[in-house]
């Protein structure tokens, strides 16, 4: 089984920025769908932002011009920089690969509050 492993969740400020990092212990190269996925308390879990093998990324209105996801297929991680964050997007935050069928990771969490 595809272990991925989350980091860079934490409390921050409204306003701050931080960066979670997606782990894979397999290579991530002949995966396309690769994404980050967030689900706040009482609510449905929701895709955040996605990117394919090709670099191409779509994110969610929510979050658009402040998150940026990215991937190092060389070292099977994918991330996600999270610039002006909002209490709106206190949420555990899941990376997935692959879409039907794929993987998810453990979650980290994200509380953004002053």
């Known amino acids: 089984q595809v272990r991925l492993v989350e980091s860079g969740g934490g409390l921050v400020q409204p306003g701050g920025s931080l960066r979670l990092s997606c782990a894979a212990s397999e290579s991530i190269f002949r995966i396309n769908f690769m994404g980050w996925y967030r689900q706040a308390p009482g609510k449905q879990r929701e895709l955040v932002a996605s990117?394919?093998?090709?670099?191409?990324?779509n994110y969610a209105d929510s979050v658009k011009g402040r998150f940026t996801i990215s991937r190092d297929n060389t070292k099977n991680t994918m991330y996600l920089q999270m610039n002006t964050l909002k209490p709106d997007d206190t949420a555990v935050y899941y990376c997935r690969l692959g879409f039907v069928g794929g993987y998810w990771g453990q979650g980290t969490q994200v509380t953004v509050s002053s």
């Open positions: 990117i394919t093998s090709d670099g191409t990324a």
